[in-house]
């Protein structure tokens, strides 16, 4: 198979820590954010829900007093990304929302925000690791790191799909998919890369929800004989899927007491990536 010609190095870590999901939606880590523009971008999110809305109930869900949700009404009205109803008085979302939207960058953005920490777990572990993507019904590899000192693990390339019952990224990958497509995935026959893979359907359907429920994955010989992977998803605002990060290496290096060897470093990672891209 291809190998990667690029060398990465381990750049430097980020200094923010996870983002606290539990901190309430108008409260703002100081110095970390400028207030007001936090606070607008939470009186935005509410939108997401419910799209008219009154002053009152725009106030209750950021969070926030009706003074200084009002004054920020106006001045996101004044930019165009917040629009009045003269007859209802409620508020909704402005046309301009649905012109930057067309400029979203998806991917783009999740690998350079992905790719550092990656190579970090890369070079610090000596481990090979994976970003991935749900595409078309298949696991699709965005990214693979390997540090020059440990054993590369190049079974999975970029732009290269693996069965969705074979390592762990894809496991993790159908796990967090709607139940109609698991429905279509299950299907279809699945096929084993080698002995150790799952293949009857409902044996996998069960474990399927098992890996949803612990929110990760570790997988034994069931793509190569004598090597693991260890996958975590990324999840966005609404626990919806992102993307996938993985590890592999040698079964005995990613075997751990109780878990997974270095699960909570790969977790932490799956943090960061999901706090860098605004969740």
Partial sequence: MQKLDDTYSAPPRPTGGPADANKPAGKDKPGSNVRAVTRAA???RTFRTQ???S????ASAASLDKGTTRRLLLTL???G???QDPASQKYGLGRLIRELAGSVVDDFDLRSIAVPELAA???ELHLTTFLSVYRDHAALCLERLHDMQGMEVHWWPVGGTLPLNSGGAPKILLAYQSEAEIDKVLSEPLHALTPRAVTDIAEFRNHLAEVRERGWEYAEDDVSLGLAALAVPVLDGDGQLICALSM???SPQM???DEPAFLPRLQQAAERIRSALGY
């Fill in 55 to 58: 002053l009152a109930e725009v």
């Fill in 81 to 83: 990304l917040i629009v």
């Fill in 255 to 257: 075997r751990g007491k």
């Fill in 42 to 44: 939470n009186i935005l």
């Fill in 77 to 79: 009205m004044n930019s």
């Fill in 248 to 250: 592999a290496g040698l």
């Fill in 51 to 53: 799209p008219h809305q």
């Fill in 121 to 123: 777990i890369a070079a």
